[in-house]
């Protein structure tokens, strides 16, 4: 097996900048350097030729209109300014916010600043494989209910909300829908108008584009989606994001997104294969290994096995090899047990050993046979040395066992 | 986290696991740790009554590279001394052993439960053999 080591397999984190990319947005680091806001020169035109160009490259993608789509620094500020933007400007209408315990914290941190400023903020639970259902966003819609914000797909399980018959409901009911797409624009086919979004947040850095850009979209018609600003300044950004654009950042955007749409239904295909190759090599391999989320409703390029009686950190130091997840990427320092496994119900030991494997446009399969064969090699390792699967064999039930904590 | 090379040697060839009877008269186990904390250490030690000396040491270990060389380490000092000093082993010293950083501190107190743990075990089982074969030697 030819691979070259260290294996890069945590691109629900980030991906590399295809090379094709980065190509597009050289220039516009140097010979064409103007600002897309300056309209009295050559240089601004240019910038701002680019900077339309890639408008339509990313509308493309979700089926919106050019103008529509919102330069920002990436998904955390898109979903900043969506939420906090959507929530002040619609405040005499109402306060109450509906959203999911599964959302990413670039998400549920602000809807906790709203919560202290006096918004009511209803917090939906997923099911055990981690969807959230447009029927329980139906059931939590009230008369002064603003803006439901509900993740697309999940960055830590890669399950696949209901976002299409989430989007009717908020249609039916006339409320603002927000959708962080961060994890699914790009690697599935995205269309705004048929799922019934009104803002969505997408980061270039997801999607083989470079860091430090991202889009939110906003809907000019039917409804008209209107926010309060975070950032002011020049009025960039339709008045909604004022600070001058990075335009080489945004030519890489638009670049990233265009390769998304020509070769995403190959690339889905193949991605699907190796991540099921994936899962079943090591689930027939280790018997105690548990695919967390949906089998078949999740994204195609998104792994997350659990392996109970194994702690991850000692699982991870097995594939120093591989660059991998364990639990949530942003919060994994912390080495606190995921929210996002608590919140399917999965116990504290479980949590404790979840791997995300995310697969990439730049992954081989000699490299997914690789990391299978380790992962094997690991977990057995480790289960062979763990008191708690004893336990398990003996017929103990863990969960009832008085530990001496200490 | 960088480990140092005595830690990750310990991981990849772990000194005594496996089990001991746990209802062997001269077997003495510690379980410590809790699930939820993300370190659960099983360690025993089979000891001669007549030398007092420990014969056999044996763990497993469910928690992070730290904490499986931790109990490693221990059942290798252990192994060959006699119960008396087993029980002086203090967690500074596999601190200092196996170099590890301030945040793993606790895998090392943990090691250090584990030993008294199973030593104390040993000792309960001791006492309460002395009361018993008085009569079983009766029969």
């Known amino acids: 097996m030819a691979v070259e080591i260290p294996i890069y397999m945590d691109n629900n984190a980030t991906t590399r900048v295809d090379p094709r990319v980065l190509e597009q947005m050289l220039p516009y680091f140097s010979e064409k350097f103007g600002n897309a806001a300056s309209r009295n020169h050559s240089f601004g035109w240019e910038a701002e030729d680019a900077v339309d160009n890639a408008r339509r490259q990313v509308g493309a993608l979700i089926g919106a209109d050019p103008k529509?789509?919102?330069?920002?620094?990436?998904?955390?500020?898109?979903?900043?300014?969506?939420?906090?933007?959507?929530?002040h400007m619609y405040a005499e209408k109402g306060k109450h916010i509906i959203t999911s315990t599964m959302e990413h914290k670039a998400v549920i941190d602000p809807c906790k600043r709203l919560a202290k400023e006096g918004y009511d903020v209803t917090w939906l639970e997923p099911d055990g494989y981690g969807i959230v259902y447009a029927q329980q966003v139906a059931e939590a819609i009230r008369d002064d209910t603003i803006l439901v914000t509900i993740m697309w797909a999940n960055n830590e399980i890669g399950t696949i909300n209901e976002v299409s018959e989430i989007g009717t409901v908020c249609k039916e009911k006339g409320v603002i829908f927000h959708t962080d797409a961060t994890q699914y624009v790009g690697k599935m086919p995205a269309d705004v108008n048929k799922a019934g979004i009104d803002l969505l947040s997408a980061s270039a850095h997801k999607m083989y584009g470079p860091k430090g850009v991202g889009v939110l979209y906003v809907r000019r018609r039917r409804p008209r989606a209107r926010l309060e600003p975070i950032m002011e300044g020049g009025g960039h950004e339709r008045g909604m994001r004022s600070g001058t654009l990075n335009v080489p950042g945004i030519v890489g955007m638009g670049a990233a997104a265009e390769i998304c749409n020509n070769e995403m239904s190959d690339e889905a295909i193949r991605l699907a294969g190796l991540s099921h190759k994936l899962v079943k090599g090591i689930t027939d391999q280790v018997e105690t290994a548990v695919l967390n989320g949906h089998p078949t409703r999740r994204l195609p390029h998104t792994t997350n096995i659990s392996f109970p009686y194994v702690e991850g950190e000692s699982l991870l130091m097995a594939l120093k090899d591989i660059a991998l997840s364990s639990g949530s990427a942003c919060t994994s320092a912390s080495l606190e047990p995921s929210y996002i496994l608590k919140a399917l119900g999965a116990s504290d030991e479980l949590a404790h050993s979840s791997i995300r494997f995310g697969l990439g446009r730049f992954n081989t399969e000699d490299e997914v046979d690789y990391v299978v064969d380790k992962v094997i090699h690991a977990a057995q390792h480790l289960l062979m040395m763990s008191p708690l699967y004893d336990?398990?064999?003996?017929?103990?039930?863990?969960?009832?066992?008085?530990w001496a904590a200490h | 986290m960088a480990y140092s090379e005595k830690v990750i040697e310990h991981y990849e060839n772990p000194r005594n696991v496996g089990t001991l009877?746990?209802?062997?008269?001269?077997?003495?186990?510690?379980?410590?740790?809790?699930?939820?904390?993300?370190?659960v250490m099983k360690l025993q030690i089979k000891v001669n009554p007549q030398t007092g000396v420990i014969e056999d040491t044996k763990f497993k270990t469910f928690g992070c590279g730290s904490a499986i060389a931790s109990s490693s380490l221990a059942t290798e000092w252990m192994k060959g001394r006699t119960v008396e000093e087993a029980e002086a082993i203090q967690n500074t010293q596999i601190v200092q052993e196996l170099s590890l950083p301030p945040v793993k501190i606790h895998c090392s107190v943990l090691a250090e439960d584990a030993i008294k743990a199973a030593i104390a075990d040993y000792k309960k089982k001791q006492d309460q053999q002395v009361d018993q074969p008085v009569a079983a030697a009766a029969n």
């Open chain 1, 391 to 402: 336990m398990v064999l003996e017929g103990v039930d863990l969960s009832k066992v008085e």
């Open chain 2, 21 to 39: 009877d746990k209802d062997a008269p001269n077997v003495g186990t510690g379980i410590v740790g809790a699930p939820e904390c993300g370190d």
């Open chain 1, 68 to 87: 529509e789509i919102l330069w920002t620094s990436g998904s955390t500020e898109s979903n900043n300014l969506a939420i906090k933007g959507a929530a």
